[in-house]
């Protein structure tokens, strides 16, 4: 049994394409509704007429009754009094500024006690009933007037006529004016119509075309959307194909429509994201073969440290009673030459021996500052001895961070003593600065101290290999200093980054987080 047709799983095309036909028959049925509607009676264009010229009335009145609580209020009255503004004057300027707004229709008041017709305002169209005095129109239609208003004014209901006269159609409407102590009188309008039945077919007629046009605008904008739909979706499409050869690739966002462009946008985003996760996973990837390096590399040196320290103490041993029993100075003087290098060798077993071993730490609070200042403090003198100028720039209060105070000593002294070696006889310059709460990219605190000299520098193709174990550009170099610094930043979570150029000096930045549980990596107590 075939499934049934589900409108969320069609095309947007098509979805689309249903809409404007919906439009296309809608448009048609109105059609019809309104070629049958156009079949008007004078009965309906009346009763709708008579309706305006009803509210017309009633607005006129209620006028009347605001101006004569106004001037009774002004007087001090306590109830209002409505012969106040019954003169002339005062009716005809209320009737000019209710009605001089509406076309075709004329009217003013009627007063009980004088039974005489009040501030007559006529027709604001040429098509209305057109005189300035209600003497001045033909007897029926004054004398009707006058019917009318006094039917309301004694009644105290609403009333109505119609009157006809050739091709002309007089509408009279009034409304009584009184309150709980006085029946005033009435407001009153009216109204002359012509050729009812030509004008309205035009007006429906009107109304049609304007419907057909609304209908083919809408055909047009269906189009229109459907075509930009369809472009806005080949565009997404050559940009998700793009994207699975180059994650960095963008889809442009011009002119297409906002909803394209919240697609796009999205797309171009997860590619980014993307694109950064794979380049941090094979960051990660590099670090952990690193330190499966660093970890057998580890083992070997234990185990060729231990085998090395035991035949250098019986060495040094044999040596030293040597040197007791020599009588030659000679001799007296090889045996302290050779105990210096047993020493050196000594100290080089207990440097492999402590790279091998796992790193503990002891954290506390400390001054990033203050220490800083202090290893520099060490190196004042060599440095000036070699004429080189250190230069610093220390933020006023320093930052306390949760750090093992030796290690992070042990790392600075290591970058310090590496700068001042690399800057010639001739002296130079040391640029140490300290950029406390920097904001990174993941939105962690962190805290900066930059190392910057004007020595030799490091060729590119070294540059890659300085934190291996036993790399060394000195003669005299073990090639562990540097790999046991980056050893320690990395275990306080933080990096060690190194820019050089052969002949333009190096820059040496170490960046700690600013947190507390940095040192709740694998490895460290």
């Known amino acids: 049994m075939p499934s049934r047709l589900s409108l969320p799983k069609l095309s947007f095309r098509w979805q689309i394409i249903l809409l404007g036909a919906v439009v296309v028959v809608l448009f048609i049925a109105v059609l019809i509704g309104t070629l049958g509607a156009l079949q008007y009676t004078k009965s309906a264009v009346l009763n709708n007429e008579k309706r305006r010229l009803s509210e017309a009335a009633n607005d006129l009145a209620r006028d009347y009754m605001d101006k004569a609580k106004s001037a009774s209020l002004a007087r001090g009255f306590s109830s209002v009094d409505l012969n106040l503004i019954s003169s002339r004057e005062a009716t005809s300027e209320i009737s000019q500024s209710a009605l001089k707004k509406l076309d075709g229709i004329g009217g003013g008041f009627y007063q009980s006690d004088s039974q005489q017709l009040l501030g007559y305002t006529a027709a604001a169209s040429n098509g209305g009933v057109q005189f300035t005095s209600p003497s001045a129109n033909p007897e029926y239609v004054q004398t009707a007037i006058l019917q009318i208003a006094q039917t309301a004014a004694d009644t105290r209901m609403p009333s109505e006529k119609v009157m006809t006269g050739g091709n002309d159609i007089f509408l009279i409407e009034a409304t009584p004016i009184g309150n709980e102590k006085s029946n005033w009188g009435s407001a009153w309008t009216i109204e002359r119509m012509q050729s009812l039945p030509g004008s309205n077919r035009f007006r429906a007629y009107l109304i049609t075309v304007a419907l057909g046009i609304a209908a083919l605008i809408c055909v047009i904008l269906t189009l229109v959307v459907v075509r930009n739909l369809q472009t806005g979706v ?132 400390t001054d990033l500052k203050q220490l800083t200042e202090q290893r520099l403090n060490r190196f004042t003198e060599s440095a000036a001895g070699k004429g080189i100028h250190i230069i610093t720039n220390f933020p006023e209060d320093g930052t306390l961070l949760p750090i093992d105070q030796s290690k992070m000593a042990q790392v600075f002294d290591n970058v310090i003593q590496n700068a001042i070696e690399a800057m010639t006889e001739s002296g130079g310059t040391l640029w140490v600065s300290v950029t406390s709460q920097m904001k990174s990219v993941s939105g962690t605190d962190k805290v900066r101290v930059e190392f910057r000299d004007t020595g030799n520098g490091i060729s590119s193709n070294m540059i890659s290999r300085i934190f291996d174990p036993f790399f060394t550009t000195k003669p005299s170099g073990t090639g562990l200093g540097l790999s046991i610094c980056h050893e320690f930043v990395r275990a306080h979570g933080g990096e060690i980054q190194v820019e050089s150029a052969e002949g333009d000096g190096t820059s040496v930045r170490i960046i700690l987080p600013v947190h507390d549980n940095i040192f709740q990596n694998a490895g460290i107590s």
Do not use: Y
């Open 234 to 365: 080949r565009k997404i499409e050559s940009g998700l194909r793009d994207l699975e050869w180059n994650l960095g690739s963008q889809i442009p966002t011009g002119s297409d429509p906002e909803e394209i462009k919240r697609i796009a946008q999205a797309i171009n985003r997860l590619g980014t994201a993307l694109k950064e996760n794979i380049d941090r996973e094979k960051q990660i990837e590099d670090r952990l073969r690193h330190a499966e390096r660093l970890a057998a590399l580890g083992r070997l040196v234990a185990g060729v440290a231990h085998e090395v320290r035991n035949p250098l103490a019986t060495i040094r041993l044999r040596v030293q009673m040597a040197q007791r029993e020599a009588r030659n100075p000679r001799v007296d003087e090889s045996c302290a030459v050779a105990l210096e290098e047993i020493e050196r060798l000594n100290g080089m077993v207990n440097r492999l021996l402590n790279f091998s071993r796992p790193v503990r730490f002891e954290p506390a609070p």
